[in-house]
């Protein structure tokens, strides 16, 4: 169970949470580094054994650090193939940043790598920047508290979102893809590499070089996909929710056929840290009769908002703040599929309360998120970037076609792409347009940014590393350049990411 002490309660309950998963706050300011392995683990996924992989820290998988505690990480491959972790949120050193060749190559079956930087406070994840590890569920928490989180005394619950099939990525790539570049699939799976999104990307499943040159504008006539669904009409052009059914929606591992209960008190108080770790699904939460207030993204803290429902992309997060009643009782939260009647969740119940079996399918199908910005519009930073002089713009065109299934930034797929350029100190608007009919989350390595346009509409929005740009929209962000390094700046829907929808920002040295 994803789920962390408050007050000593759940040691109380120690016995009805022995299968616990969540790590633990077990390794206080220490010299010592965390061992965390790459490992495959077995699933029970509505009573179908499935082998994944995972990340497996000293109290199970993911990592959590105290407040001031030093990411000081040894990474052990485990697998039999190799890999390499990128800590989504974190701002390392460029050379531990966790993307293959740049510039540490990936590691072997067998090797240890070791990590040593500041930690930034926050809810974020860290996962394989291999798109076919991380369609295997190679992904984990990696929270990071803060003193004023021990100070709210409120029980902490993780909840982990993933999409899962029972095939293999390749085979799903290749499904989406319609068979575009499904000759590459193989090349992949015989690859060392594993298809890893470098030189060129020859070796991604889905990825070919035939058929290159597509520009943003180009094929907004959505074709139908095998296994795809969730379409909307959007001004009389057809908007892609969805672009696979995936077997199963998985919320710390688990579907609603058997969902995580999580022991919580009567009146308590609970911070919901929820994590869109899926592939290619993005989701709404739903608090339901539970009193809400959402006060973070992206591990960034924002002006509480109140509601129930809250959604998120592929990529990001969300801090809730739930208040319960001073009453025994049982309340589900559940994730529900964009455009669509999967959906999957946990629930925090009394001790003794009865649990109800809730099914996997809604009656209704979930909207569309966030098509007119206005979840994103209502987010106002609590800690804004300081306000400067805009040195250097840079407009990102998003475009793509589900035929060929191809998916540019600048017209480009990776490989034949030309890097976003900034010096180091600069400040800095990149503006995400996307001309296609698909949404995408945008996310930027080694530096936070803050949300400043939504529609050409100035804003004073969230920080972020990852953000939703809905089809047919522009979304402006600000942000300070960092390091000197190439950074990867990249869709994290993975399909799209795996047919090349990454270019990099390229930060030089201040002169």
């Known amino acids: 169970m994803y789920t962390l002490s408050r007050r000593g309660f759940l040691a109380a309950s120690a016995g009805a949470i022995a299968a616990a998963q969540m790590p633990r706050l077990a390794f206080a300011q220490t010299d010592s580094p965390v061992t965390l392995s790459a490992a495959t683990r077995t699933l029970d996924i509505n009573g179908r054994a499935a082998t994944v992989f995972g990340l497996a820290g000293p109290g199970g998988q993911g990592l959590v650090l105290d407040p001031g505690q030093m990411f000081r990480v040894d990474l052990k491959n485990d697998l039999d193939v190799a890999t390499i972790i990128h800590w989504h949120g974190q701002i390392p050193p460029n050379a531990q940043d966790g993307v293959p060749d740049m510039p540490m190559p990936l590691l072997a079956p067998g090797e240890t790598r ?34 004023e989180d021990l100070a709210a005394d409120r029980q902490e619950v993780v909840m982990f979102l993933h999409d899962f099939s029972f095939k293999s990525p390749e085979e799903v790539l290749a499904e989406i893809s319609g068979g575009y570049g499904a000759g590459h699939a193989a090349a992949a799976e015989a690859s060392p590499r594993q298809g890893v999104p470098m030189e060129g990307l020859g070796g991604m499943p889905g990825m070919g070089h035939g058929g290159m040159g597509h520009g943003a504008m180009g094929g907004m006539a959505m074709g139908n996909m095998p296994g795809m669904g969730g379409m909307m009409d959007m001004g009389g052009m057809a908007m892609d929710l969805n672009d696979y059914n995936w077997d199963a929606y998985l919320a710390n591992d688990r579907t609603l ?51 129930s429902r809250f959604g998120l992309a592929m990529g990001q997060r969300l801090d809730i ?9 049982a309340w589900p939260i559940i994730a529900l599929r964009e455009g669509a009647r999967e959906r999957t969740g946990l629930i925090l119940a009394t001790q003794g309360a009865e649990v109800r ?5 809604a009656e209704s199908e979930a909207p569309a998120f966030d098509t007119d910005l206005a979840q994103e519009a209502r987010l106002v930073a609590l800690n804004a970037l300081p306000d400067r002089p ?46 296609s009919m698909m949404a995408h989350p945008m996310h930027l390595h080694g530096h ?50 795996a047919s090349g929808m990454m270019t990099e920002f390229a930060v030089t040295a201040s002169v």
Request: hydrophobic residues 45%.
């Open 357 to 361: 079996r809730l099914d996997a399918v």
């Open 448 to 497: 936070v940014f803050q949300v400043v346009g939504l529609n050409g509409r100035r804003v004073t929005g969230a920080l972020r590393d990852t953000v939703h740009v809905p089809p047919m929209s522009r979304v402006d962000v600000a942000l300070d350049a960092g390091e000197a390094a190439r950074w990867m700046l990249h869709c994290h829907h993975m399909p799209h990411l």
């Open 114 to 147: 070791s990590y040593d930087f500041e930690a930034r406070p926050g809810t974020h994840w860290m996962h394989s920047h291999v798109p076919i590890q991380e369609m295997q569920l190679l992904a984990a928490p990696l929270i990071v508290r803060t003193q």
């Open 390 to 435: 805009v040195d250097r713009s840079q407009m990102l065109m998003l475009g793509g076609s589900m035929q060929p299934y191809l998916w540019t930034i600048n017209g480009a797929v990776w490989g034949q792409h030309q890097p976003i350029t900034a010096r180091s100190g600069e400040r800095v608007v990149l503006s995400f347009h996307n001309m």
């Open 321 to 329: 703040e739930i208040d319960l009643p001073n009453e025994g009782g």
């Open 257 to 307: 056929s058997d969902p995580e209960v999580v022991r919580v008190e009567r009146g308590g108080r609970i911070r919901l840290r929820v994590i869109n770790a899926a592939a290619a699904t993005v989701f709404w939460i739903d608090t339901g009769a539970a009193e809400a207030r959402l006060v973070a993204v992206d591990g960034h803290a924002v002006q509480p908002i109140a509601g």
